[in-house]
DNA sequence: GAACGATACGGAGCGCTGTTCCGCTTTGTC
DNA sequence: GACAAAGCGGAACAGCGCTCCGTATCGTTC
């Protein structure tokens, strides 16, 4: 078996995954490797020895992050004021993340096989995640998986344009979910 | 009206649109522009004269095939010992020019709607131009667009892996219509 | 708690890239 | 031949990915 991982270099990783995710999400996946050592006050080389290739960081941000919107679904329906400001803000989250997904399949390039897999595994997890809050905020217009479809298509394209702004569409999206309560 | 151009840049760019082609087959569309103006014997000042950006010039290199392809029919038909050779030799321009194809969604990012007019154009000057190959070889196994449609695809992920060698690949469909003659 | 491999870290440095800019050359015209 | 104007070349700059190795930290053993 492997040695046991070092205490710093534990903590080295999931620093560097939180701060790859915020970079992401300012400057997208392309942003330099400079950039995210620098979010996470860390030298270049401990990135390319934890993750050897660009494709290996985005990947991990991307399961780091299915599984932090995951868990962060309860947690936030425990702590927010309504039901429906628990919604809100978890769909907030959710967009950050698509902006890794969507980047994904730029850094895969070709291996489009595992990004089939990564798809399913981010559906499984978040789709009862997000029936829970669209339960709980009492909401019967919409299924999950179109919610999140919808959402992620309104992200498409992105950056292309600095006018289009994905949230302030989805904003609108979820009015008119709440005036329909 | 613009004043005439002068005879110097005239040349130049149409050393450029052949030395582009040349190397975007040889290595790729994201080839190095310093490696362009080499081949085509230019300073990379003057390649940003002509085309301010990549996108430009790949466009400029696809219109100038379809073009060389167009026109390489009938002269092919003329030169050539048989009509099946010069479907052959035909085939081989089709495939370089695939290469700069393929390149031209990604250089072109989002702007997809100059995509979609580019191909309709390539269809309409092409595809009379196959019929032509077609019927003067006597294949009628074939239509036009099925053939062009097939080697299109077959060069799909062509720099995946080295393994796979589409130009082989279109040499054996080449022959399977021989047999048939 | 001291000593010592093993492990991990940092960031200077290298090579490659796109892009700009300006002195020089070529061209067309009078 | 002379003289703008148009065009050219490529040095120079800035930004990037990636490697490498001296240095610092960690976990273990006594």
Redesign the interface.
């Known amino acids: 078996m492997p040695p046991r991982k070092r205490a710093d270099a534990v903590r080295n990783e999931q620093t560097l995954l939180a701060a790859a995710a915020e970079v992401f999400v300012r400057s997208g996946v392309d942003a330099p490797i400079r950039e995210i050592a620098a979010e996470a006050g860390v030298g270049m080389g401990t990135i390319y020895r934890h993750f050897p290739t660009r494709a290996d960081l985005v990947v991990a941000v991307y399961r780091h992050q299915v599984e932090a919107c995951a868990s962060a679904g309860p947690s936030l329906l425990s702590t927010s004021d309504t039901p429906f400001d628990a919604l809100r803000a978890w769909v907030d989250l959710f967009v950050d993340f698509l902006v890794t997904k969507h980047g994904l399949a730029g850094a895969l390039?070709?291996d489009s096989s595992g990004f089939a897999s990564l798809h399913a595994y981010f559906l499984d997890r978040l789709g009862p995640v997000c029936a829970e809050l669209l339960e709980a905020a009492g909401i019967k217009d919409i299924q999950p998986y179109e919610l999140m479809r919808g959402i992620g298509n309104l992200c498409i394209?992105r950056d292309?344009d600095p006018r289009y702004d994905p949230r302030r569409l989805i904003s609108l999206l979820l009015d008119g979910l709440q005036v329909r309560l």
């Open positions: 390039q070709s394209g292309d």
